[in-house]
Each structure stands twice: as structure tokens, then as C-alpha cells.
């Protein structure tokens, strides 16, 4: 919607520089069964009062323009009164210079205030002010407001950047303009269209900004022409070869009078201001930041708590008609992948008044200029080029699911912060960035995590205002429009954002802007392997996963079932750009492509660590499931085991349930709910084209069923004593080597741990034996906190192993005395 100011500016371009309208001349229709008279049109009046009852004016003769020594001034100062009843133009007053009041009405003689040339003459330039007045024929209208509530007075051309105040009820004594007029915001129109085709060529990208062909109308205080006085005189220097000596000295001599018309028109102001900005720390004034805030300009600012760049659409501010700016909204757009396309998004930032100086570097809106660079948090990078890295790999995930490891805060989707649409807060581990991916699987995610309309986590805009409307974004270089410009034209050069639109990073190659990377959005959707959940990833936190290779040589098993697993495991999972390569050897297509492996054994033998190292050994990602991501329910279980099949899928992944023992029981014909929950597995595995570890302790109870499904059944027998000696030496060397020289093992504790008695009467398995030794590492690390170096000693695992052995000696004294209870109850009933 226009605001008053456009209205009023818009008929100051369309009427008043042709038409003038005296006060015996003017009609008014009250009563809406009057005729106008014949040959009137409608007139609607500008200013910020509540519109009159319809007007109609009659066409005038042509308004005559000011001569000064006999030739019309390049910038001319007009000021046009308008009376409050009608709002009808009463008077008119020229000046070649800056009024510094605004003076009187003048009684009607007919009598006019100097010389004026012909109709065809005008200015360069034309600074038009309105004056809403009364005379002593036309009687204020009444305030709308209280005493206490003061109305603005913009700062205005007329009177040299001054900030008036105007309070309807003050003295005349307390406000320089008399306190019957009101005085609105001038407008600059500019006739030559010299200097209009020079315009055309300077402004490269300036959003709802238009130049009118024949008279351009610019609200003060004319911040399009600030912010490109620079390229108008290089354009000035510059011009086309084609342009005579004739025409490029008038354009040269109407910029010329623009630029100096700028300089005087906020003076001193400006030179301060610039000033301010040469300080060791660069300093600006709310009412002259604008300066800084020039469309197509790239800032800084924070969004979702993270430092990103922006490119500057346009600004809004409080500004209206009688109002002074009270905030600038920043309007920026930034790139982002929509799961399909990367498109240009849009979004707001609000820039508070403050007192004063302020320094720039801490603002909510930073200029690229006056960014203070923070290496260490950068990577020893200037911010523009560690941004134009991030960028890149923006663009290669963008590409394929990437297999990652994340360190730090997770971003919030939420203003608040809150866990809104996915997981939250700090979080280290291994993450499968897919941002297409996340627009078709998330909304299907199981109900045991939080459901988000895609668009919400991916475009983060939950809970922020509606962002601003998307702009035009030009794809080639202005160029001048001139006749003989016109007739020589050329090929059209491409602009900068002439690939910035709607971009495949799947077909179109990878674009060579720089600014591109340095925009686009620096974080992506990703699949959090440690909880099954999806969540927002800062780039800046990833980093390519360092797989353990040595892990499976570790792992203590029968070396007969290490190289069945190491070969149908490396073979499987060998393929092109990292895919799962299938095995196809069923007779219906996509059908039992896949490997499931069961592994049974007693708790703690290694079966869930197997699966583990097969991830580290393959460099592929583990996704651990247990019977809490399916539920136990047939209905939800085939969705839910769907939904994390084809995910594996997707990510060529290894997918581990361990715990499977309620979904592979035997079916009876007197338990449907079992049975059916039974077939649903059945029916998952048939199809499951990936890598299946399936892990049980009761494999006697399974459904003679699954033996056809399962490619690999390893059997995981009881560990001995020198199966405990191994897993202590490979724990206690693995725990060396990982601390890069912070802990150390003595030969005390290795001694102890493999064949101290007290530790092999407790029979610890491979989860317990793990469990503990972190124990002991825990208690190390409380005793070397002064020292800066951890020695875990006997001391340390003779103190566990006493804990755990007052626990063992508890539980089995519980579970005798509970067999004494039951044997004494039974005794009892006969």
C-alpha cells in the first residue's frame, strides 16, 4: 500500500509541476448532486489529512518558471501552499537558493515575486516543497491528537538538515515555522534528461526504484542519489564513446549540478559523518546510517545466533508524512536450497535508534567494509573468504548425502532457541547431511520424534514475522538510453546476479561468482545418527569423518568369524561413489538384494561391537535401532522399520536392531497380534536391498521363518579368561593412543586387570569390562587434574572391581532370598 508520502510525492510529479490551482479557481462539490463544471477534472489533494469531499479543478495555463538574469536557475526551490479546508493550492513561491523559512501567504493581488520564462523552460533539478497553511479565510482544522503527543517535522532540504520538531499547540515563540503551517517532506524532479540517462546507467540494482523517461520524482532526503554519487561521476568521466562533445558536456555539467546540490544539502552533516567513519573505530549516527545501507551492498548480520552474509534489497523506515524514522528495516536476501532448487530467500533485519555516535562493528546490521575480523573463530581466514569456503561445501552437500562428523551447537529453527522442529543444543558425533532428503523423509519421521512441516526447519522460519516481498533481480549491465546509445547497442553484458536464480546442483555446473558462495546459507538439514533424529547443521561445525580402521582389528572374536564378516562385508559394500553394491539372485527383481547378518550369543561377547567396527572398518554410516524407535505395535511397526530401511538405504548405511528378540519369536495361531507383528518383519527383510546386523541372546525362540531370510548366522560364544586378557590390553591401548599422549595406562593396572584374581572371579564380559575401565579412567582423571597428565593406576581399577563385587554379592544374595520367598509360598498353599 502507498504510503502518504508516495501519494503525495506521485501528484506533486504528475500534477503540480504543470498545473497550478488558485483559490477562486478551484470547485468544490459538497453536494454530490452538483454537475462539475464543464470540462473539470477529479482532483484528490496530497498531504496527511483524511481526503475532502471530491474536488474538481479546471484545466490552467501552464505554470511559468523563474528566471534569474534572464535565465531559468539549474536548480530550482519552489514552495507550494495548500489551504487546510480544501487542501487547494492558495500560493506558490521560486527561488533559485534554499529557502531558510517559509514565508508568509500572500494576499491575492495577482502580483508574482519575480520573472518567468517560458512555458518549455525548466530546471535541472527542481526541489518541490509542500506547505499546508492557513489564511485568514480558511480557519485551522482541529488537532487529532492530545497537547502531550508531538508531531515530527522531517528534516527537509529547505532548511539546511535541520530536525524540527512541531508541536500544534506550542507558541510561535517555540517553533520557528508559525504554528499555522505544516510543512512536508520536499521531492526533487529532474527534467534534464541528461541526467536522467545518467541515472540509468549508474543504478545497477536498486529495488522499486523507477526513472521515469520524462520527469524522475526522488523523495528527500534522496538516498538513491547518495548512494550512487560515486558511479555518476565515474559515469561523468566516463561516458560512451558514441555520445557528441556536445552531449557529453551537458551531461557532465547536469551531474555536476547534482553532486554539488548533494554536498550542500546535508552540508556539514556529511562531512562529519564521514568523519566518523575514518576513526580507528568507525563510528555512524542513526540518522545518517542510511549512508552505509546501500541495496546491493553485502552485510552482516545474525541470524538463528550465527553470523551470516547478506546482500541489502532496501530499507523501510518510520518515515511517512510528519514523521521522523523511528528504525530501518533491513531487507536482505540470502541463497538456499529448497531440497530441489537454490533460490534466493528473503528476510529482515531491525536496526533500533540509538544517541549519538555508535560504533559499527556493533550493530545488528554490519557493512562488509567494517567488519572486525576475528581470525581464530574464522580458521585464520578474512570473514569474506571463510564464507565463500562454507559456501563450497554448501554446494557439494547439496549434491549427494555427505557422511560427516558434527562438533558444537546444532542451530534452532526457533527465535527462542527452543527445540522446535528438531533436535537442538550441543551435540558431537556422526551425521548424514541430505537437505533433500530432509523434505521427503522428515514429515514421515515416527512419531517418537517431533513432527515439523518441512518447509518450517528447512526455510527456519518459525516464529519471525513474514519475511519481505522478493525483488526483481536484474540479469544484465544499464546501460545509457540516449538515441545514439540506442541505435549502437550492443550485446547485453551479463550483470552480477545474472545466475543467481533457481539453480540444480544436480544438473547445472557449479556457478563462478564468488558473491554466490559468499551468500549462500551456511547451514543444512542432516540425519543425526546417534539419536535417529533430524536436525539443522552449521557447516562451520563439520568435518569429514576420520574412521577408526583399527577398530575391527581389535574386535576379539574367532579369527574364523573376523574374515567371514571382513570378506562378505567388504565385498557387499564396495561400489561406485560410495552406493552399496546389491547382490541380485533372487528371481523377482529388488527382492532379497540385501545381507542380514544374525548374530546371537550371550550379553556382552561383541555382537553390537561387531557391527560397530563393520561401520568404522567400511567408512559407512550405523544406524542403531532398538525396540523404543519401532514400537511393538504391527501397524506403526512396518511404517516406522520402513522409514529406517530406506534411509540405510539411501545412505548405503548398515543398519543394526539390536535386541531383536520380540519381533522374531515364533508365531502361535492364539496370539494374532504377534503373529501379524511377525509377517511385517518377514515382509521388510524380503525387500531390504542394504546391510541388516540383527542381534539376539534367544535365538532357540526365533521363527523357523527367518532362517530363509538370514544370509550369515554367527554364533558368539562365552568369553574365557584369555578373551578377557585381550579386551582389557586392546581397551587399555586404544585409550593411550586416542588421548594423544594425555592418559597413561602403568604397568601396575595392565598386570592387575589381566590376572589379578579378584578381577577374573568377577567373569566380566566385553560391556562390563568397558563400563568399569571408564570408571577407573574417571577417578584417574579427579587425582591428575592438577598434574595436566592422567595415570590410571592399579588403585584406580582395585577400587572399581570392589564396587562391582559389593554389587555382584548384593544381587545374588537378592535373588537367593527371593528364591527362599517363593520356595516358602508354594510350601504354603497345600
Known amino acids: 500500500m502507498a504510503t502518504k508520502e508516495d501519494q503525495a510525492a506521485k501528484i506533486a510529479s504528475e500534477d503540480i509541476g504543470d498545473d497550478t490551482i488558485s483559490l477562486a479557481d478551484s470547485f468544490v462539490a459538497t453536494d454530490r448532486s452538483v454537475s462539475p463544471p464543464p470540462g473539470a477534472v477529479p482532483y484528490i489533494a496530497p498531504g496527511p489529512f483524511p481526503p475532502p469531499p471530491v474536488q474538481w479543478k479546471q484545466k490552467k495555463r501552464k505554470k511559468r518558471t523563474l528566471k534569474v538574469d ?7 526551490h519552489v514552495l507550494t501552499y495548500y489551504g487546510w479546508s480544501h487542501n487547494e493550492i492558495i500560493d506558490t513561491r521560486q527561488s533559485d537558493k534554499a529557502f531558510t523559512h517559509i514565508p508568509e501567504v500572500r494576499a491575492e493581488t495577482g502580483e508574482e515575486d519575480d520573472v518567468y520564462g517560458k512555458d518549455a523552460e525548466r530546471p535541472v533539478i527542481e526541489i518541490l516543497t509542500q506547505v499546508y497553511t492557513c489564511s485568514a479565510n480558511t480557519p485551522p482544522r482541529p488537532r487529532r491528537y492530545p497537547p502531550n503527543q508531538m508531531e515530527d517535522r522531517p528534516i527537509t532540504a529547505a532548511f539546511e538538515g535541520i530536525d524540527y ?51 524522475t520524482c526522488i523523495s528527500s532526503p534522496f538516498r538513491v542519489l547518495y548512494h550512487h554519487s560515486e558511479e555518476l561521476a565515474a559515469y561523468r568521466d566516463n561516458q560512451p564513446t558514441a555520445h557528441s562533445a556536445e552531449y557529453a558536456a551537458t551531461t557532465a555539467k547536469h551531474i555536476d549540478i547534482l553532486l554539488e546540490f548533494l554536498e550542500k544539502n546535508l552540508g556539514t552533516n556529511l562531512r562529519r559523518e564521514e568523519e566518523r567513519r575514518q576513526l580507528a573505530t568507525p563510528k555512524a549516527t542513526f540518522e545518517l546510517f542510511w549512508l552505509l545501507l546501500k541495496p ?24 511517512n508524512v510528519g514523521q521522523i524514522s523511528d528504525l530501518y528495516r533491513v531487507n536482505c536476501w540470502f541463497l538456499e536450497s529448497n531440497g530441489a532448487m537454490v533460490t534466493r530467500h528473503m528476510e529482515s533485519f531491525i536496526v533500533r535508534p540509538w544517541l549519538g555516535e555508535q560504533a559499527i562493528s556493533s550493530l545488528p546490521v554490519i557493512p562488509e567494509a567494517y567488519w572486525v575480523e576475528d581470525f581464530a573463530a574464522q580458521g585464520g581466514k578474512p570473514m569474506r573468504q571463510y564464507q565463500i569456503d562454507l559456501g563450497r561445501v554448501y554446494w557439494e552437500l547439496l549434491q549427494r548425502p555427505t557422511y560427516m562428523e558434527h562438533h558444537g551447537r546444532l542451530v534452532s529453527n ?19 547431511c541430505d537437505a533433500s532428503g530432509f523434505n521427503k523423509y522428515h514429515g514421515s519421521a515416527p512419531d517418537t520424534h517431533i513432527r515439523v512441516k518441512p518447509h518450517e526447519l528447512n526455510s527456519n522460519r518459525r516464529g519471525l514475522p513474514r519475511p519481505p516481498p522478493k525483488d526483481h533481480l536484474p540479469r544484465s549491465l544499464p546501460r545509457c538510453c540516449c538515441d545514439v546509445c540506442i541505435e549502437n547497442r550492443d550485446e547485453d553484458q551479463l550483470g552480477p546476479y545474472s545466475d543467481f536464480e533457481d539453480l540444480d546442483p544436480l544438473v ?53 568369524v573376523k574374515m567371514t564378516v571382513k570378506a562378505l562385508i567388504g565385498k557387499f559394500a564396495t561400489g561406485i561413489d560410495g552406493q552399496l553394491s546389491p547382490w541380485g539372485n533372487d528371481f523377482v527383481k529388488n527382492k532379497g538384494e540385501g545381507r542380514i547378518f544374525l548374530l546371537h550369543g550371550s550379553p556382552g561377547v561383541g555382537k553390537t561391537c561387531t557391527a560397530e567396527c563393520v561401520a568404522e572398518l567400511t567408512n559407512r554410516p550405523l544406524i ?19 522409514y529406517f530401511l530406506e534411509l540405510g538405504q539411501r545412505y548405503g548405511a548398515l543398519v543394526l536392531l539390536d535386541e531383536a528378540d520380540v519381533y522374531l519369536e515364533r508365531r502361535h495361531s492364539a496370539d494374532i497380534e504377534r503373529n501379524g507383528l511377525v509377517s511385517v518383519f518377514l515382509r521388510a527383510l524380503e525387500y531390504y536391498r542394504g546391510v541388516l546386523f540383527l542381534t539376539t541372546n534367544r535365538v532357540r525362540s526365533f521363527d523357523r521363518a527367518f532362517m530363509s531370510r538370514i544370509h550369515v ?39 592387575f586387570a589381566r590376572h589379578g584374581d579378584e578381577v577374573r572371579q568377577l567373569q566380566w564380559n566385553g560391556r562390563e569390562i568397558r563400563n568399569n575401565m571408564q570408571t577407573a579412567l574417571a577417578m584417574a582423571e579427579a587425582d591428575g587434574e ?3 597428565v592422567v595415570m590410571l593406576a592399579e588403585k584406580h581399577l582395585r577400587a572399581v572391581v570392589k564396587m562391582s563385587k559389593g554389587f555382584k554379592d548384593y544381587m545374588n544374595r537378592r535373588v537367593r532370598d527371593d528364591s527362599e520367598l517363593e520356595l516358602s509360598d508354594d510350601e504354603s498353599d497345600y
Not at 70 to 76: C, E, S
Not at 414 to 432: E, I, K, L
Not at 724 to 739: P, Q, T
Open 786 to 788: 592438577d598434574e595436566g
Open 70 to 76: 534572464g535565465k531559468v536557475p539549474d536548480v530550482l
Open 508 to 560: 547445472d555446473p557449479a556457478p563462478d561468482s564468488e558473491l554466490y558462495y559468499l551468500v549462500l546459507n551456511k547451514s543444512i538439514p542432516g540425519f543425526i545418527l546417534g539419536t535417529r533424529r533430524w536436525g539443522h547443521l552449521n557447516i562451520a561445525n563439520l568435518r569429514p569423518v576420520q574412521p577408526n580402521r583399527d577398530a575391527f582389528k581389535y574386535l576379539v572374536l574367532e579369527e574364523e
Open 414 to 432: 526457533s527465535p527462542d532457541m527452543s527445540a522446535a522442529g528438531g533436535q537442538t543444543g550441543f551435540m558431537n558425533g556422526r551425521v548424514v
Open 296 to 319: 546491493g551492498t553485502v552485510v552482516y548480520a545474525k541470524r538463528y545466533d550465527i553470523w551470516s552474509p547478506f546482500v541489502i534489497s532496501s530499507v523501510n523506515t518510520g518515515e
Open 165 to 215: 520538531r512541531y508541536d500544534g499547540y506550542a507558541s510561535d515563540e517555540e517553533d520557528p515555522v508559525s504554528s499555522g503551517q505544516r510543512v512536508v517532506k520536499p521531492v526533487m524532479l529532474i527534467y534534464s534528461k541528461h541526467l536522467i540517462n545518467a541515472l540509468k546507467v549508474a543504478i545497477k540494482y536498486y529495488p522499486f526504484f523507477n526513472i521515469n523517461a520524462e520527469k
Open 713 to 751: 548366522a554367527l554364533h558368539y560364544r562365552n568369553l574365557r579368561d584369555e578373551d578377557r586378557e585381550r579386551i582389557w590390553a586392546s581397551n587399555f591401548d586404544r585409550l593411550e593412543s586416542e588421548s594423544k599422549g594425555q592418559v597413561h595406562v602403568s604397568a601396575a593396572a595392565r598386570e
Open 624 to 642: 542403531s535401532l532398538t525396540s523404543g524407535d519401532l514400537s511393538t505395535r504391527s501397524w506403526s511397526v512396518e511404517e516406522h522399520l520402513n
